[in-house]
């Protein structure tokens, strides 16, 4: 999708006060309405107006549209950053993660339909919105579970119209086996209700941190596994990480580098479980030295091998 600068647009700073916003809007949509301006491209710059002005004027929409970056230019293909909204709390549908094709359907499927309790409602005593959250955690967690702490930010509108970041710091309870994409419901944990209506609910989108070893697929975990040349050729046996704890793994002989050796079982726990896979990557060792270059040197006579021998047809 392509960026839009919705504060350039409207002809105003990123600090703006929301009231600022509203004034900028209202009188470029006098200016530009198709019923009263003469301008050829009238009718764009109203629906232009009316697509920045709905993003800004809602805390919610214009926080998370700040937190994706200010260095982009209008016109530029755009995808948000990674994990941008971690720990952002809203109360949107949390669909932010779907392919959009343009700035406006992204935001309208995050924050479009608001999602609020169920159960008696009344103009005074009305149960809060429904919340959401992603959170980051580790591959381990999932494998034990785990007690953690984290930390929210909630758009809020302060004393002088300006949109802030609100912090929480909440203890919450990772069960065993949750996967990318499930969510943690805290009860009572969302918006303020009215009156005497309750609080509405707080759901945590699991997703994982990115981890320097192993990588998630579901409920399958990978590793990319390190052998020496002679591991692969004459097989060998090796003591292996794993995010429950090392273990030993058979390299059968003849190994080819990609080749995928699989632990049943091994994945992120469940009914059923997943797996682990560990993908082999033969290493070389340097030829840095006199004798390992004697000893590759040995290596090139010992065999007749040509790795480009499919080439030639």
Do not use: C
């Not at 301006?37 to 993003?55: I, T």
């Not at 479009?112 to 919340?131: N, Q």
């Not at 009860?187 to 509405?200: D, E, L, M, N, V």
């Not at 340097?286 to 499919?310: G, H, I, K, L, V």
């Amino acid at each position: 999708m392509k960026y839009k600068d919705y504060y350039a647009i409207l002809g105003v700073e990123r600090t703006a006060a929301q009231e600022d916003i509203r004034r900028a809007y209202r009188k470029l949509a006098r200016k530009f309405h198709p019923d009263v301006s003469k301008a050829v491209d009238a009718e764009d710059r109203f629906k232009e107006l009316g697509e920045a002005y709905e993003v800004l004027k809602n805390p919610e929409k214009r926080a998370a549209y700040d937190r994706m970056g200010t260095h982009w230019r209008s016109g530029e293909d755009f995808q948000p950053p990674p994990n941008w909204d971690e720990g952002f709390e809203f109360s949107g549908t949390g669909e932010a993660s779907t392919a959009h094709a343009s700035l406006n359907e992204f935001f309208e499927a995050m924050f479009g339909g608001a999602r609020t309790a169920h159960g008696p409602r009344g103009p005074s005593h009305s149960m809060g919105e429904d919340h959401h959250a992603k959170v980051l955690i580790d591959v381990e967690d999932a494998y034990r579970g785990a007690n953690r702490s984290i930390t929210l930010q909630l758009p809020v509108i302060d004393a002088r119209g300006h949109v802030q970041l609100q912090s929480r710091t909440l203890n919450i309870s990772i069960p065993k086996g949750v996967r990318a994409g499930q969510h943690l419901r805290l009860a009572g944990q969302g918006g303020t209700g009215t009156g005497s209506g309750p609080a509405g609910d707080l759901y945590l989108e699991i997703a994982f941190r990115e981890h320097s070893r192993f990588h998630v697929d579901g409920a399958d975990v990978s590793l990319d596994l390190p052998v020496a040349p002679w591991e692969a050729a004459l097989g060998a046996r090796v003591t292996v990480p794993t995010p429950d704890g090392w273990v030993e793994v058979a390299v059968p002989k003849g190994s080819a580098g990609g080749k995928r050796l699989r632990l049943k079982g091994k994945g992120i726990p469940g009914n059923p479980p997943g797996d682990m896979y560990m993908v082999l990557n033969i290493v070389l060792p340097p030829a840095d030295s006199e004798q390992a270059r004697a000893a590759y040197d040995t290596m090139r006579q010992a065999f007749n091998f040509d790795p480009r021998s499919r080439f030639s047809g």
